[in-house]
């Protein structure tokens, strides 16, 4: 039987005749299905009755230049009418170790509080990873766009590299690290995932990184890999591992006083042995996750699988098992929640490993993996404190609306989690919310400059405003006071040229007829002595001034009441601008400024997860030009 599957290229259809339609497996795929069951269309012949004959690799690699170009001047076009936007950079390298930049643009249409998220370039990185050429590659792409001075924000990782390329741009622009980067370091030095303990040649033990792979098979370790690659910038000011001491005394509150007295009769030992728990917990689980997913225990059988299969249909559950990855913590809360809602296939798992007809070694090694109730303990302990911080990172991972304010919010309720503590809370979690607390307070309140950057943000946010204390409004409102100040006394500064210019012209003009006018009185000739385009100005400011103070009051009190009667969600600053933006005319337009600026770099992480599934190793003959196109087009043509 033939199929004919219609593709749409640019301007032109065309009819591919297929004679079969099947899955990697030889299983039906999904779109003969889809036109037998949906359109009853057993059988589709050509209108013209001629074989057509498919495109040659030219022929589609000329339409596929064509069309990009055709995308290119299109998003210049729309570039060119707005007035500020906020990018993300990213470096990435993919198994063939091919580098890549990827740039992404956030900003609102005009007149509108419609955010708009867009890929503005992915192209090949030919060089090495220092700073000076990725801050001439970036100047390139963002003069190809007519962007370079209208950029406000860039939103990166704390690579150092990174990091100086924006610096170094001289431009009136500030960079905002990635929040969900922050918060990976501070779980992963605060709970020391990935660490083990190794005993150097002095028979003292150390804590180092494992970066054993644990005998993955090769299509789990194609996934590590394109994981940890994503994360590939040669330096990084930040040590990914910089602090694995235990401190007993540290720093707290009144508040926590008591806590602080408990936890200081533990010796140093043995809060280092909570963290050894945790963290051989953590090895155990993966290796755990490894051996059932790819029946390593049972070589060259099926019987694990058979069995934990057969126990998730009994007991309707549709979660499988799965392992984490080194280069991101979310990786290990998601593999700590199956083995949480699986606990009792497990548990039955190792109760009836003596029925499951396999030898007395193969039990004895699967017996090692046994998890005892103080494992599922601090498993369960574990899984309560990393759920919030799980959902603040998908939270202000979205696209589609505003995240920095939120993501200030987000912040003020974690620290507000891991400050609290109840009398239902045991030793073990205390003590690693103090844990976490110390390496959170360490990489975000004490950044001060990118910290009073995010209250900025924050301040136009709903949920940004109602974290903000009264304190931090009042200097918020300080920096922009003084901003539009600045920019008003710009403002003037030009117009007053332009009026001297525009006066000197007049005059040389005029000249002839200057005899015949009367003379000028002694007002005109004060206010030209004085300067009255000096006073002019002064008074613009003053009115300026004025105008924002009454808007700031405004503000507040329109904020205030729009939170009493919404609860923060995702939406609240679309929704407030779009039914209250018209009554500031001021604020309006430095809040589009604001809000378009992403909180995370996910935007750039997602280009990375697209070129990592076109670029799959089925397709070894795509070149790092057409890779680029086939993202850039991906993002720009809607199916």
């Given at each position: 039987?033939?199929?004919?599957?219609?593709?749409?290229?640019?301007?032109?259809?065309?009819y591919?005749?297929?004679?079969k339609?099947?899955?990697?497996n030889?299983?039906?795929?999904?779109l003969r299905?889809?036109?037998?069951?949906?359109?009853?269309?057993?059988?589709?012949?050509l209108?013209?009755?001629?074989r057509?004959?498919?495109?040659?690799?030219?022929?589609?690699?000329?339409?596929?230049?064509?069309?990009?170009?055709?995308?290119?001047?299109?998003?210049?076009?729309?570039?060119?009418?707005?007035?500020d936007?906020?990018i993300?950079?990213d470096?990435w390298?993919?198994?063939?170790m091919?580098?890549?930049?990827?740039i992404?643009?956030?900003?609102?249409l005009?007149n509108?509080?419609?955010?708009?998220s867009?890929?503005?370039?992915?192209?090949?990185?030919?060089?090495?990873?220092?700073?000076?050429?990725?801050?001439?590659?970036?100047?390139?792409?963002?003069?190809?766009?007519s962007?370079?001075?209208k950029?406000?924000?860039?939103?990166t990782?704390?690579?150092?590299?990174?990091?100086?390329?924006?610096?170094?741009?001289?431009?009136?622009?500030?960079?905002?690290?990635?929040?969900?980067h922050?918060?990976?370091?501070?779980?992963t030095?605060?709970?020391?995932?990935?660490?083990?303990r190794?005993?150097?040649d002095?028979?003292?033990?150390?804590l180092?990184?494992?970066?054993?792979?644990?005998?993955?098979?090769d299509?789990?370790?194609?996934m590590?890999?394109?994981?940890?690659?994503?994360?590939?910038?040669?330096?990084?000011?930040?040590?990914?591992?910089?602090?694995t001491?235990?401190n007993?005394?540290?720093?707290?509150?009144?508040d926590?006083?008591?806590l602080?007295?408990?936890?200081d009769s533990?010796?140093?030992?043995?809060?280092y042995?909570?963290?050894?728990?945790?963290?051989r917990?953590?090895?155990?689980l993966?290796?755990?996750?490894?051996?059932?997913?790819?029946n390593?225990?049972v070589?060259?059988?099926?019987?694990?699988?058979?069995?934990?299969?057969?126990?998730?249909?009994?007991?309707?559950k549709?979660?499988?098992?799965?392992?984490?990855?080194?280069?991101?913590?979310?990786?290990?809360?998601?593999?700590?929640?199956?083995?949480i809602?699986?606990?009792?296939?497990?548990?039955?798992l190792?109760?009836?490993?003596?029925?499951l007809?396999?030898?007395?070694?193969q039990?004895?090694?699967?017996?090692?993996?046994?998890?005892?109730?103080?494992?599922?303990?601090?498993?369960l302990?574990?899984f309560?404190?990393?759920?919030?911080?799980?959902?603040?990172?998908?939270?202000?991972?979205?696209?589609?609306?505003p995240?920095?304010?939120?993501?200030?919010?987000l912040?003020?309720r974690?620290?507000?989690?891991?400050?609290?503590?109840?009398?239902?809370?045991?030793?073990?979690?205390?003590r690693?919310?103090?844990?976490l607390?110390?390496?959170f307070l360490n990489y975000?309140?004490?950044?001060?400059e990118?910290?009073?950057?995010?209250?900025?943000?924050?301040?136009?946010?709903p949920?940004g405003?109602a974290?903000?204390?009264?304190?931090?409004r009042?200097?918020?409102?300080q920096?922009i006071?003084?901003?539009?100040?600045?920019?008003?006394s710009h403002?003037?500064?030009?117009?007053?040229?332009t009026?001297?210019?525009?006066?000197?012209?007049?005059?040389?003009?005029?000249?002839?007829?200057a005899?015949?006018?009367?003379?000028?009185?002694?007002?005109n000739?004060?206010?030209?002595?004085?300067?009255?385009?000096?006073?002019?100005?002064n008074r613009?400011?003053e009115?300026?001034?004025?105008?924002?103070?009454?808007e700031?009051?405004?503000?507040?009190?329109y904020v205030?009441?729009?939170?009493?009667k919404?609860?923060p969600?995702?939406?609240?600053?679309?929704?407030?601008w779009?039914?209250s933006?018209?009554?500031?005319?001021?604020?309006?337009?430095?809040?589009?400024?604001?809000?378009?600026t992403?909180?995370?770099?996910v935007?750039?992480?997602?280009?990375?997860?697209t070129?990592?599934?076109?670029?799959r190793?089925?397709?070894?003959?795509?070149?790092?030009?057409h890779?680029?196109?086939?993202v850039?087009?991906k993002d720009?043509?809607?199916?």
């Open positions: 039987m033939l199929y004919v599957v219609r593709i749409l290229i640019f301007q032109f259809v065309v591919v005749q297929i004679e339609i099947s899955t990697n030889e299983s039906t795929s999904t299905r889809h036109l037998i069951t949906q359109h009853q269309l057993h059988e589709l012949k209108p013209n009755k001629k057509y004959e498919p495109p040659t690799r030219f022929s589609v690699t000329r339409l596929l230049k064509h069309l990009r170009n055709f995308h290119l001047k299109k998003l210049i076009d729309n570039l060119s009418i707005i007035d936007i906020s993300t950079l470096l390298s993919n198994r063939q091919r580098s890549f930049l990827v992404t643009g956030h900003f609102f005009h509108s509080f419609d955010l708009t867009t890929v503005l370039s992915f192209s090949t990185f030919n060089c090495h990873h220092k700073s000076i050429d990725i801050l001439r590659i970036l100047q390139d792409k963002l003069k190809e766009l962007i370079l001075h950029v406000i924000r860039v939103t990782d704390d690579g150092r590299n990174v990091a100086w390329a924006v610096y170094d741009m001289n431009l009136n622009l500030k960079r905002i690290w990635c929040v969900a922050r918060l990976h370091l501070s779980i030095n605060a709970f020391g995932l990935w660490i083990v190794k005993d150097d002095n028979g003292t033990g150390a180092e990184q494992d970066d054993s792979n644990n005998d993955l098979n299509s789990e370790q194609e590590v890999d394109i994981e940890y690659m994503g994360n590939n910038n040669d330096t990084d000011s930040l040590s990914e591992y910089d602090d001491e235990v007993v005394a540290g720093n707290e509150s009144d926590n006083d008591k602080s007295e408990t936890f533990l010796d140093e030992e043995q809060l042995l909570i963290m050894v728990i945790m963290t917990m953590t090895m155990n993966w290796m755990i996750g490894q051996q059932m997913l790819s390593q225990i070589k060259l059988s099926t019987i694990l699988t058979l069995y934990f299969d057969a126990q998730r249909k009994r007991f309707k549709a979660l499988n098992l799965c392992y984490d990855v080194k280069s991101r913590w979310s990786s290990t809360y998601c593999m700590v929640n199956s083995f809602v699986l606990r009792e296939i497990i548990e039955n190792f109760s009836n490993k003596h029925q007809h396999i030898t007395q070694q039990v004895k090694k699967l017996t090692n993996f046994e998890l005892t109730s103080a494992d599922w303990h601090v498993l302990v574990l309560s404190i990393l759920k919030p911080f799980y959902l603040v990172t998908t939270a202000m991972s979205g696209r589609q609306y995240s920095i304010g939120l993501a200030y919010y912040l003020a974690l620290r507000n989690f891991l400050q609290q503590h109840n009398k239902k809370e045991s030793l073990l979690e205390k690693l919310k103090q844990l607390l110390k390496k975000f309140d004490d950044e001060n990118q910290m009073e950057l995010l209250m900025l943000h924050a301040y136009f946010d949920a405003f974290a903000l204390t009264e304190i931090e009042r200097s918020v409102e920096t006071k003084k901003s539009v100040a600045d920019q008003a403002s003037s500064i030009s117009v007053a040229n009026l001297s210019i525009t006066t000197t012209t007049a005059n040389s003009e005029n000249k002839p007829n005899n015949r006018n009367v003379k000028r009185n002694a007002m000739l004060f206010n030209e002595s004085v300067d009255d385009i000096q006073y002019g100005e613009e400011n009115s300026k001034r004025a105008a924002i103070i009454n700031f009051y405004q503000y507040r009190k205030i009441e729009f939170n009493e919404h609860k969600d995702a939406g609240s600053a679309i929704v407030f779009r039914t933006g018209e009554t500031f005319s001021i604020l309006k337009g430095i809040a589009k400024k604001m809000l378009s992403p909180a995370t770099s935007p750039s992480e997602s280009c990375f997860s070129s990592s599934a076109l670029a190793k089925e397709r070894a003959r795509l070149s790092g030009e890779l680029c196109s086939s850039f087009l720009k043509i809607k199916l």
